[in-house]
T-cell receptor, first 119, second 114 residues
Framework: GAVVSQHPSRVICKSGTSVKIECRSL??????MFWYRQFPKQSLMLMAT?????????EQGVEKDKFLINHASLTLSTLTVTSAHPEDSSFYIC???????????????FGDGTRLSIL | AQSVSQHNHHVILSEAASLELGCNYS??????LFWYVQYPGQHLQLLLK??????LVKGIKGFEAEFIKSKFSFNLRKPSVQWSDTAEYFC????????????FGTGTQLKVEL
């Protein structure tokens, strides 16, 4: 089945550091990728929708300048948490699907997630 | 905006017991419904989905779910659970034609004991 690779799986860094998380579709072209954030004991919250070659669409309350998303190719999207602070510590998950010329009802394929800890 | 409620946060069952996990959604239009499973240390995987047609859908590993439109529900069932079903289960919804943006419930942690 379709595989989505997310890297790194875990990051621990100091406050003020910028952290980049990569999301790659390994065996299909991901025209759309989604970035989610999950707090302990809570649901996955959609942060933004990333379409290849265009600007990401952010959900209400998500800071665009804080969470930079780039989707430069059909197989790679990156999320950069800029000047990270302890409150940005969370579990970040990406998903991808191929919506080219098809119904938008294609299933999403999820990465393993990235555990971000800011000290 | 849509929302999803999963009322059971933690469920503990013995092997061979029957399972039913509740999922209710709130949305004024037509929706597509999903159940995802996350086994320990693994990524989210699709168990089953409902788009249209027969409201009783069958998924992988013996799971099924029934869409009851009048109750805005999409409960997940399995007649006989196994130890390997221990995982976290997420219900999710997306508006039909809504660009595939999923709204997730808070998840249900299922533990199956031998």
């Amino acid at each position: 089945g379709a595989v989505v690779s997310q890297h790194p799986s875990r990051v621990i860094c100091k406050s003020g550091t910028s952290v980049k998380i990569e999301c790659r579709s390994l065996d299909f072209q991901a025209t759309t990728m989604f970035w989610y954030r999950q707090f302990p004991k809570q649901s996955l919250m959609l942060m933004a929708t990333s379409n290849e070659g265009s600007k990401a669409t952010y959900e209400q309350g998500v800071e665009k300048d804080k969470f930079l998303i780039n989707h430069a190719s059909l197989t790679l999207s990156t999320l950069t948490v800029t000047s990270a602070h302890p409150e940005d510590s969370s579990f970040y998950i990406c998903s991808a699907y191929d919506g080219q010329g098809r119904s938008s009802n294609q299933p999403q394929h999820f990465g393993d997630g990235t555990r971000l800890s800011i000290l | 905006a849509q929302s999803v409620s999963q009322h059971n946060h933690h469920v503990i069952l013995s092997e061979a017991a029957s399972l039913e996990l509740g999922c209710n959604y709130s949305y004024g239009g037509t929706v597509n419904l999903f159940w995802y499973v996350q086994y320990p240390g693994q990524h989210l995987q699709l168990l089953l989905k409902y788009f249209s047609g027969d409201p009783l859908v069958k998924g992988i590993k013996g799971f099924e779910a029934e869409f009851i439109k009048s109750k805005f529900s999409f409960n997940l069932r399995k007649p006989s659970v196994q130890w390997s079903d221990t995982a976290e289960y997420f219900c999710a919804v997306t508006p039909t034609g809504g660009g595939n943006k999923l709204t997730f419930g808070t998840g249900t942690q299922l533990k199956v004991e031998l």
